[in-house]
Structure formats: structure tokens, C-alpha cells
């Protein structure tokens, strides 16, 4: 398949709230595309909520459902369920919609990380997205359990002194059917990962990688090319895991086989404002050697992950 081959049709009705080059917009739009029209969405508080508008004239053509910020978990759970006994009792026909969460990472990492880990053990059957911008971006740019080591927000204006989660990790060792990360800078390895996270039973976690152009401090227009830089430099990776059996995929799987080499992480951080005071300190080469060895240890530990 070739990004032409993909549907024509769009969930996500142009005209939105959200900021020129928004990554969730984007994602959403390809994410639809793979799941087609028989789908039920669960909006936590996000970008996500703020953009789609004002009913009845929202900007998803699927039914979207806003729910509290730590509760994906719980409800997208329940909302399967109810829709099995509906089943069950002949009171629904046809094929069963996909119910799926599309959660920022406060909603996964932080306040929703309890519910996410419940529903997980209990192999609850919907997908959760954790769309990563790497902060609270919608409230003004807070730190989360996603931002990266050295950058700083409004409540760590010194920059994170910790490294990130790895949250797709902790799913996996969690067992369930199905996880996976992705990038929008591969959309076809986006599609294919929903198509096959749609054609499993159970609980499916994909986490997709999201550079925000107002937190990180890009031009809109390079939303695309930081998500690039991202993967090429191995600052993100690409992975999934079925029953618990973990493949690399794409430009990370010939860095761990030393078939590709990575770009300097420098090229990455340069295209990001957010990183600007790490460039102009007089401890720059220190920053980034820590950077690049982080980068080298988890590349390294899920290249043995997945001889496993």
C-alpha cells in the first residue's frame, strides 16, 4: 500500500479548533481511516475535546463521547460490555462497533494511568491511544510523565531533572492481546497497525508520537519533520508486541541492526525551541552525551526485548 491507497473518506470535518499542524488532528483523521465508520470514540479533557466544537455541529462524523480525565480505562471497558449485553439480548444487530479511548499522555501517563493498568489486566476489549505530546499541552504546557529529561515547562522551568516512562513497556509486561507505537511520519505503519489492532479481541494499546508545534516551539509546517527526526535519530521508537512477542519495525529495526545509522540527536533537539537553553549552555556537549546514552541503552534494551 502507498499513502494514495489509503481511504478517501474523513472522520475529522475540516474546519476545527485545533492549532495549524496539530499531530492529534492528524492522527485522528489516519486513525479513522483504519477503523472506519462503525466506531464509538471516548474523548478525556485534551486538545482533542477543545478542538472538535460546539454540538450539534462538531468536527468528528463518529460518535465521540467526552468522559472525566482519569477514567478512559473504566469506560471504555464498560461501554464494551454494555454493548455485548445489548448483543446478547438481541436488542443490537450487525457487527459489533469498535470502541476506542484517544487519551493525551496526562490522561495515560499520569491521571488515567490507574484505570489504563486496570483495564489492561482485566484484557478489556477496546483500543486506547495515547496520543504523546510529550506534556499538558492543552493547559498551557505542564510537565508529565511523559516529557523528556532537560526540558522545561511551566512547572519545571529549570527543565525535567527524570528521565520519561516508558508506558508502552508497562502495557506489555501487562499482557495484554496487542501493543504498539507509531509515528505520524509513517502513516502507512500508523494504518496498519490500527487494521491489525481492529481485527483483535481484547485490550490493544497503540501509543502514537506527537510533536506540538506550540509547546515544543516549531513552525506548524514541520510537524511532520520533527516526528521524522524523532524516529531517524532514535529518540522514538517503532514497535509492536503480539501476544506478547515484540518486533521492531521500519527505520528503528535497521538501527538496532546497524543496517542504518542514526542521525545526531543535535538535529533533533535544533528544531525544537523547547531545547534552545540546552544549545546556548556552556554544559551542552554534557546534555546531549547523556541524551545520546539514554537513546543507545533503550535501543539496545528493546533490541534483547525482542529476541525474546
Known amino acids: 500500500m502507498n499513502i494514495k491507497e489509503l481511504p478517501e473518506i474523513e472522520y475529522i470535518i475540516p474546519g476545527t479548533g485545533a492549532c495549524a499542524g496539530c499531530p492529534s488532528t492528524i492522527g485522528l483523521r489516519l486513525v479513522g481511516k483504519a477503523l472506519g465508520e462503525n466506531a464509538i470514540c471516548l474523548l478525556t479533557p485534551s486538545c482533542a475535546v477543545a478542538s472538535m466544537g460546539m454540538t450539534p455541529k462538531t468536527c468528528y462524523s463518529f ?7 482519569a477514567s478512559a480505562g473504566a469506560s471504555g471497558g464498560a461501554i464494551s460490555m454494555a454493548l455485548d449485553a445489548l448483543y446478547s439480548k438481541k436488542r443490537l444487530e450487525g457487527e459489533k462497533p469498535v470502541v476506542f479511548a484517544w487519551v493525551g499522555d496526562g490522561g495515560t501517563y499520569d491521571i488515567g494511568f490507574q484505570g489504563l493498568s486496570a483495564a489492561a489486566e482485566r484484557n478489556d476489549d477496546f483500543i486506547f491511544f495515547c496520543y504523546n505530546n510529550e506534556a499538558y499541552s492543552n493547559t498551557g504546557n505542564q510537565r508529565s510523565g511523559a516529557t523528556p529529561q532537560y526540558v522545561p515547562t511551566t512547572t519545571s522551568p529549570l527543565g525535567k531533572e527524570m528521565l520519561q516512562k516508558n508506558v508502552p513497556l508497562l502495557m506489555l509486561e501487562h499482557r495484554p492481546p496487542y501493543v504498539a507505537t507509531a509515528s505520524l511520519a509513517y502513516p502507512l505503519d500508523l494504518y496498519r497497525k490500527v487494521e491489525k489492532a481492529k481485527s483483535i479481541k481484547g485490550f490493544r494499546y497503540i501509543e502514537i508520537h506527537m510533536p506540538c508545534c506550540t509547546s515544543w516551539k516549531f513552525p506548524a509546517a514541520e510537524t511532520i519533520e520533527v516526528s521524522r527526526l524523532a524516529i531517524r535519530t532514535g529518540s522514538w521508537l517503532l514497535w509492536e508486541a503480539e501476544n506478547g512477542k515484540l518486533s521492531l ?33 556552556p554544559d551542552k556537549d554534557y546534555y546531549i552525551g547523556n541524551i545520546e546514552n539514554n537513546i543507545r541503552r533503550e535501543l539496545e534494551f528493546m533490541a534483547g526485548r525482542a529476541k525474546l
Open 249 to 281: 519495525n521500519g527505520v528503528t529495526a535497521a538501527l538496532a541492526e546497524g543496517k542504518r545509522k542514526p542521525l545526531p540527536v543535535e538535529e533533533y533537539l535544533k528544531a525544537q525551541g523547547r531545547y534552545a537553553w540546552l544549545l546556548k549552555s
Open 63 to 69: 460518535p465521540a463521547l467526552n468522559i472525566c480525565f
